[in-house]
């Protein structure tokens, strides 16, 4: 069931996202950056339609969703706004390529050969290419979803030669910490394999990394794309 929103609600998001962008201007200033450079994706997983709707209300179109099931529910009942532009950036199952295949506009969160090859096979002949970016396990969590560094360039070749592939660049999740040194630490070895990448790869342009709580460290680092949930649609349960 779909929470009643209130108008209050309405006006809480677009407000929330108003400072989200602000935040934006403030650190692409701070370190030099063009603020247009610098893409939000308003990271909506959990929360419900009416939500997005908000959001999109405001002129905003780039969501992130990590669940395949509630995501294709909600993409189903948005069908409409045929200009929202859907990002999936959750972990990958092989039994849910195809709904991601057939569903998104971008995936953020490809990590292997094997989900790029389904993905590639199951995107439907109607649609644009998927845009993809490879993530990767920057920090060299145990636990963590994303590819060894070591194992990019062989992964970004093959996406690259899937022909219903189009590779945009590199995302990571790097692990919690309140140290901003040290969030920057990571944040700068994701946009060295990403300069890695884009030299034998020019035409790759996207660098997602960011999220609510470093921000401004991504930013200094070269992020072009910041993920960010909470600030935006509140707390998730
Ligand atoms: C949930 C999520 C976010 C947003 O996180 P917040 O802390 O709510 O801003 C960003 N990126 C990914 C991959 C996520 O799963």
């Not at 209130?6 to 934006?24: F, G, P, W």
């Not at 395949?68 to 950036?89: C, R």
């Not at 219903?164 to 040290?182: E, Y």
């Not at 990403?194 to 470093?214: C, E, N, V, W």
Request: proline letters at 4%.
């Amino acid at each position: 069931m779909t929470p009643q929103l209130t108008d209050n609600y309405m006006v809480t998001i677009a407000e929330r996202l108003k400072s989200a962008y602000a935040r934006i201007a403030i650190a692409t200033k701070k370190y030099h950056r063009n603020e247009h450079d610098v893409c939000l994706l308003a990271v909506s997983k959990t929360k419900p339609a009416d939500f997005i709707l908000a959001a999109y209300q405001q002129g905003h179109r780039e969501f992130g969703e990590s669940y395949v099931q509630e995501a294709v529910d909600k993409i189903t009942q948005l069908a409409n706004y045929s200009d929202i532009v859907w990002h999936f950036i959750g972990p990958i199952q092989s039994n849910k390529t195809a709904a991601v295949a057939e569903n998104f506009d971008w995936v953020q969160s490809v990590d292997r050969e094997k989900i790029a090859k389904r993905l590639n096979d199951q995107r439907p002949i109607n649609k644009a290419p998927l845009k993809v970016l490879i993530q990767v396990n920057i920090s060299l969590e145990d636990s963590k979803s994303g590819c060894h560094p070591d194992d990019l360039a062989a992964l970004a070749q093959f996406v690259n030669d899937s022909p219903n592939l189009v590779l945009r660049g590199l995302m990571a999740i790097p692990a919690k910490t309140d140290d901003p040194q040290q969030q920057i630490q990571y944040f700068e070895q994701l946009r060295a394999c990403f300069d890695r990448l884009k030299a034998q790869y020019p035409h790759i342009d996207t660098l997602s990394m960011g999220m609510s709580g470093d921000v401004e460290a991504a930013i200094a680092a070269g992020s072009t794309m910041v993920r960010i949930g909470t600030d935006i649609f509140g707390q998730r349960s």
